[in-house]
């Protein structure tokens, strides 16, 4: 099967044997060992010094630790949304009684950073910008490294989710200032799901000194604590790290560099692919994600057909579009533990598909 959604994706079989480990305590020296192991080597690949916690959790989970750890209700953020999953970001705050400012974008358009810097320059009460990296709704990468600097300028804190973009796209976190940066192991990392990585800068530390929101299982203090002497403040997704160990040292090996040209590389081959099918994007291509291609159904196409003529003929897994993309785009996953000829044999499955599925 090629599992081709985004995420959760592949695992290399090293990985999986890794996962199929049998349990250690996860208060010895052993799992203290891996954490601390895993800890430095995720550093390298967020480009940060700052420190990260490992939480068992999916990335939803993560995103839910960034706001809560930094903010009190009736905070005031500006959440930027040009999707499914920039929503999500702004209904967390919302949900521990934040003041959400939403500035939301069409979906299929990138967060436009002059919005951005408007919305800033008129509200001097906003404390926190939250931003969705690589919208995996729509196939879209915001510019997250010039949105970051203008709301900087403005001295705001800018929580990000990158699930679906670190390892696989070019986040360095101390460079672009970004103070909370959410990723989780089921997307790039080519591990099962189970684990939300973030990491937590100096200015997120002096906000969660301050932050009210109630918290228990996310909180930071607790996380930085455990993590001192090894371990994790509750019983961790232990066959998750074990895989995490064998997919670090994979990428180290191959380099971050050379793992972010491999995905750019196999998402330009997708993208030309895909309209070489005669085929649209649904974004504009240059604002087009690299880990993810969001297809336009044509008019003719049904889609959920399609997606069952892809998986039970060709073993090919695609996903729809979400929330009101449903039925209007489908989208390839191309993030992790791909190469150009997995994508060789989804874009030959697509172009048999088609005719089967279309009116
Ligand atoms: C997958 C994804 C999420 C949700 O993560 P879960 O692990 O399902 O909670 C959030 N944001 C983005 C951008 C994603 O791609």
């Known amino acids: 099967m090629q599992l081709r959604i985004p995420g959760p994706t592949p695992c290399p079989p090293q990985v999986l044997k890794a996962v199929g480990s049998q349990m250690i305590d996860h208060r010895g020296d052993k799992f203290a060992q891996i954490i601390r192991d895993v800890t430095e080597k995720l550093k390298k690949l967020f480009q940060t010094k700052n420190d990260i916690f490992i939480l068992t959790g999916s990335g939803t989970g993560g995103m839910e630790a960034a706001v809560i750890n930094t903010l009190s209700p009736g905070d005031k953020v500006l959440a930027l949304s040009c999707g499914f999953f920039g929503d999500r970001f702004a209904e967390i705050p919302e949900c521990y009684g934040a003041e959400v400012k939403r500035l939301n974008f069409e979906w299929g358009k990138p967060v436009d950073p002059d919005a951005v810097r408007k919305a ?14 690589n919208e995996t709704s729509t196939g879209i990468t915001n510019d997250l490294k010039t949105i970051s600097a203008i709301a900087k300028e403005y001295d705001k804190l800018v929580l990000v989710d990158a699930i679906s973009s670190l390892g696989s796209i070019e986040l360095p976190v101390d460079e672009w200032q970004c103070d909370v940066v959410v990723t989780a192991s089921q997307k790039g990392w080519m591990v099962p799901p189970g684990l939300a990585m973030v990491s937590v800068s100096e200015k997120a530390w002096q906000a969660h000194a301050k932050a009210k929101m109630p918290r228990y299982y996310w909180d930071f203090t607790k996380a930085k604590s455990y993590l001192e002497r090894g ?7 232990v066959s998750t790290f074990f895989g995490l160990t064998v997919a670090l040292d994979m990428l180290l090996a191959e380099g971050l560099n050379s793992v972010i040209a491999r995905h750019a590389r196999i998402a330009n081959f997708t993208r030309q692919g895909v309209k070489s099918l005669g085929l649209s994007l649904f974004p504009e291509e240059r604002y087009a994600s690299n ?31 979400q929330g009101n993309l449903s039925g209007k785009i489908f989208r390839i996953g191309h993030l992790g533990w791909v190469q150009e000829k997995d994508m060789k044999e989804v874009l030959k499955a697509i172009s048999k598909a088609l005719p089967k599925a279309s009116a």
């Open 120 to 133: 800033l320059k008129e509200d001097a009460s906003i404390k926190a910008v939250l931003v969705t990296h």
């Open 291 to 321: 880990t993810v291609t969001a297809v336009k159904a044509p008019e003719k196409l049904t889609v959920s057909k399609f997606l069952q003529v892809l998986r039970n003929e060709y073993q090919v897994e695609l996903s729809g579009g």
């Open 231 to 237: 371990q994790t403040p509750w019983t961790p997704c």
